[in-house]
């Protein structure tokens, strides 16, 4: 594409679509269309096709999504799958309404089946069945891949998909109740470091700020609670941060701007490479590292990037999950590209961010 280009962006404020931002404000785009949720609701249909027939848009980036944790697509299954489908399918028509070639849709790992082969190979879709705890955000994720390859095939649009691992870094969500793995770890792992060093005031301000810190949670930090306050240490106790499960399971983790570099590769490839290897039913294409660790060395690294000293604690009561997820990714190696951040430089690089933007998260 053109410097000049008019690019639009959806989902610029979020994790991975601020790090496509960011990638190509730095290489000399200067067209680059955003639009937050106050401005253009992108669950309505009409709104959104106003807005592409103004922009006269040359090529989108689709990043906008609903996301969440275990906890919240239990908790709201109803709105994971309507805002999802209603944000892809007003994207997507109004795209394609308004003359735009090409396309991007940010997917993810959840499409596949919760019992695939490992690793999860792009042909492992629609062979199985999903995972239960996601499955409203896995179905429009799905929707998503097969709206594009039928805008590809029915009117010969170039419309791609990529489908990324667990992602984290830069502007990731560290809600207590909704984040991920990587930024729940990081925020419990931060408190027990705190604990450690005796600052109880930064405690307190979190627990304020944020959200009241679970009294088990505050047990583990060696703290007691007293008038509604966070007050001091036990008498018996040294913090220890707990973690769910035996710590067996392994997961693959890509740091986002990694994320971001791949998404414009893809974006940027030729048609004709593109398509060499992929097929119009099957045209997705996986995004990761190839490498995955098992959540105890997640851990362990976390601990030793954050500086906490303290006993790392196995909950074997609570449920292990899936015992691997681990992406194949010869497919996008093919087509010339691969991560380059190490799990360590990036969880550094993200706590560094952590450190210097509390109070300002995205929950």
Not at 335 to 358: C, M
Request: proline share 4%.
């Amino acid at each position: 594409m053109e410097k000049s280009s008019r690019i639009y962006i959806a989902g610029h404020r979020g994790m991975v679509g601020s790090a496509i931002f960011r990638l190509l404000k730095g290489c000399g785009y200067e067209n680059l269309l955003t639009c937050t949720h106050a401005d253009l609701d992108l669950t309505d249909q009409q709104a959104v096709n106003a807005f592409f027939a103004a922009e006269k848009i040359d090529q989108v980036y689709l990043a906008a999504a609903k996301v969440g944790g275990i906890h919240a697509n239990n908790s709201y299954p109803a709105e994971f799958i309507y805002q999802n489908l209603m944000i892809e399918a007003n994207i997507i028509q109004a795209a394609h309404a308004n003359g735009v070639q090409k396309l991007l849709f940010l997917g993810s790992s959840c499409i596949y089946p919760k019992m695939a082969p490992q690793p999860m190979r792009e042909e492992a879709l629609l062979t199985g069945v999903l995972e239960s705890t996601n499955e409203p955000y896995a179905i429009a994720k799905i929707a998503g891949i097969k709206l594009c390859e039928s805008y590809n095939r029915q009117y010969g649009r170039d419309y791609r998909s990529v489908m990324p691992t667990n992602l984290y870094g830069i502007n990731d969500n560290f809600h207590p109740d909704n984040s991920h793995v990587i930024p729940a770890l990081m925020r419990r792992f931060h408190l027990a470091k705190l604990a450690q060093d005796g600052d109880i005031e930064a405690i307190r301000i979190i627990d304020r700020r944020d959200a009241p810190i679970p009294d088990s949670e505050l047990e583990d930090l060696g703290l007691i609670r007293q008038a509604g306050h966070t007050s001091h240490f036990s008498s018996h106790t040294s913090p220890q941060v707990r973690i769910w499960g035996s710590g067996t399971p392994k997961r693959e983790f890509l740091h986002v701007d990694d994320m971001a570099a791949a998404s414009v590769h893809v974006m940027n490839l030729d048609v004709d490479r593109y398509r060499a290897h992929t097929e119009p039913m099957l045209s997705h294409i996986n995004v990761g590292t190839g490498v995955d660790c098992t959540i105890r060395e997640l851990a362990e690294t976390m601990a030793a990037v954050v500086g906490f000293e303290g006993d790392i604690v196995w909950d074997s009561s609570k449920p292990d999950g899936t015992p691997r997820k681990l992406m194949d990714v010869s497919r996008l190696k093919k087509l010339g590209w691969q991560a380059s951040v190490s799990l360590k430089d990036g969880l550094q690089s993200t706590y560094q961010w952590f450190l210097e933007n509390q109070g300002r998260f995205r929950t």
